[in-house]
């Protein structure tokens, strides 16, 4: 499986759009990019996911670089309820969804 | 989305009992997977569970420490056997629900004394 690379945290400002990274120099082909998070304690909840194209749904956007080997999650008005554990997975036909440590984001007023 | 419920919320137990974790989802689904995170840990897969076929388990899980139920469509069971403090995560459930997405129950907080 490819393996991903996020920041440990990051902080943003409540209304602002907050940009989460992820590389995954190493996906193939057929690798989708899985977007997950989890607020505390609580089960991980599902915000989006991409092929190739950039993805937008009532969550976020996810942009994909060209060359697939990064992906930028994009919460566009951020709030004090998007604090939360943020993954980025990448995920093959198996449907597994292997979790790595993720990015802490912490939404400030 | 599926509506994933999960039995019991919560547990504390005692060293060497057994606790049966239940996953209802509120539509049939094939697939079924079920996680552990350990305190301050991110999520490991335990095993697959396709109605009509055993479980497939991930490497450092067996059967019989965590032997899995399947028995339609709709439901499914996690067994934590004889347990040790080690035990002590919380253990979530997922399925396959619609194409290409997975989605998570609110998971069962265990606690072994």
């Known amino acids: 499986d490819a393996k991903t690379t996020q920041p440990p945290s990051m902080d943003c400002a409540e209304g602002r759009a907050a940009n989460l990274p992820c590389n995954h120099s190493?996906?193939?082909?057929?690798?989708?990019v899985y977007w997950y998070r989890q607020i505390h304690s609580q089960g991980p909840q599902y915000i989006i996911h991409g092929l190739k194209n950039n993805e937008t749904n009532e969550m976020a956007s996810l942009i994909i670089t060209e060359d697939r080997k990064s992906s930028t999650l994009i919460l566009p008005h951020a709030t004090l309820r998007d604090t939360a554990v943020y993954y980025c997975i990448v995920r093959v036909d198996d449907y597994k969804l292997s979790f790595g440590a993720g990015t802490t984001v912490t939404v400030r007023a | 989305s599926a509506v994933i419920s999960q039995k019991p919320s919560r547990d504390i137990c005692q060293r060497g009992t057994s606790l049966t974790i239940q996953c209802q989802v509120d539509s049939q689904v094939t697939m079924m997977f079920w996680y552990r995170q350990q305190p301050g840990q991110s999520l490991t897969l335990i095993a697959t569970?396709?109605?009509?076929?055993?479980?497939?388990?991930e490497s450092g899980f067996v059967i019989d420490k965590f032997p899995i139920s399947r028995p339609n469509l709709t439901f499914s069971t996690l067994t934590v056997s004889n347990m040790s403090p080690e035990d002590s995560s919380i253990y979530l459930c997922?399925?396959?629900?619609?194409?290409?997405?997975?989605?998570f129950g609110p998971g069962t907080r265990l606690l072994v004394l």
């Open positions: 190493t996906i193939s082909g057929n690798e989708y």
């Open positions: 569970a396709n109605q009509g076929s055993e479980a497939t388990y």
């Open positions: 997922s399925v396959e629900h619609l194409v290409e997405t997975q989605y």
